[in-house]
T-cell receptor, first 113, second 113 residues
Framework: DGGITQSPKYLFRKEGQNVTLSCEQNLNHDAMYWYRQDPGQGLRLIYYSQIVNDFQKGDIAEGYSVSREKKESFPLTVTSAQKNPTAFYLC????????????FGPGTRLTVL | KNQVEQSPQSLIILEGKNCTLQCNYTVSPFSNLRWYKQDTGRGPVSLTIMTFSENTKSNGRYTATLDADTKQSSLHITASQLSDSASYICVVSAYYGNNRLAFGKGNQVVVIP
């Protein structure tokens, strides 16, 4: 089956710890994205990547880091510098030009205690 | 700044009834508009995507309309089912510039028996 997978679905961490969220796609899409979703708010772009070994900051990149070593994978690290990390994180991918139709993964809910 | 406003924020409808969700945007220059359905705790799934020249597009019981002159779109749900309970997100894309992808906060729909 083609699609985007995110793991884990639920993640708990203590305050001050870094945590990495996984995102893998087998759609052969060039572009990948990370969004954060908070209750009552629209999706906000954290980082995006158009090609391997290249990525750009989105609207709320502070406290986050990413890597794109393989076309299929775009992991997101939530660092201890992120002041309010508890949220629902969504990964997406699209073919070709960066803002073409996006396909979303199932999401990871991160709770920092 | 490119923005998307959705209304109503939430609504409750009886199973079998119709409803219409609204999306107003200020995105320019307009490229396309998409409606996504997001079930609670899951990633958004695309329902429709429309470009400037398209006035209406259907996907089963979902029908989206677009008026590019007034910068308004609507999503009409016909003969609602319990499985239609979800958040419906309007996303508008610009051809170029900063903030090329603008997300609405979503319309929360609850269908009751």
């Amino acid at each position: 089956d083609g699609g985007i997978t995110q793991s884990p679905k639920y993640l708990f961490r203590k305050e001050g710890q870094n945590v990495t969220l996984s995102c893998e796609q087998n759609l052969n899409h060039d572009a990948m994205y990370w969004y954060r979703q908070d209750p009552g708010q629209g999706l906000r772009l954290i980082y995006y990547s158009q090609i391997v070994n290249d990525f750009q900051k989105g609207d709320i990149a502070e406290g986050y880091s990413v890597s794109r070593e393989k076309k299929e994978s775009f992991p997101l690290t939530v660092t201890s510098a992120q002041k309010n990390p508890t949220a629902f994180y969504l990964c997406a991918s699209s073919m070709g030009e960066i803002y073409n139709e996006q396909f979303f993964g199932p999401g990871t809910r991160l709770t920092v205690l | 700044k490119n923005q998307v406003e959705q209304s109503p924020q939430s609504l409750i409808i009886l199973e079998g009834k119709n409803c219409t969700l609204q999306c107003n945007y200020t995105v320019s220059p307009f490229s396309n508009l998409r409606w996504y359905k997001q079930d609670t705790g899951r990633g958004p799934v695309s329902l429709t995507i429309m470009t400037f020249s398209e006035n209406t597009k259907s996907n089963g019981r979902y029908t989206a309309t677009l008026d590019a002159d007034t910068k308004q779109s609507s999503l009409h749900i016909t003969a609602s089912q319990l499985s239609d309970s979800a958040s419906y997100i309007c996303v508008v894309s610009a051809y170029y510039g900063n903030n090329r992808l603008a997300f609405g906060k979503g319309n929360q729909v609850v269908v009751i028996p």
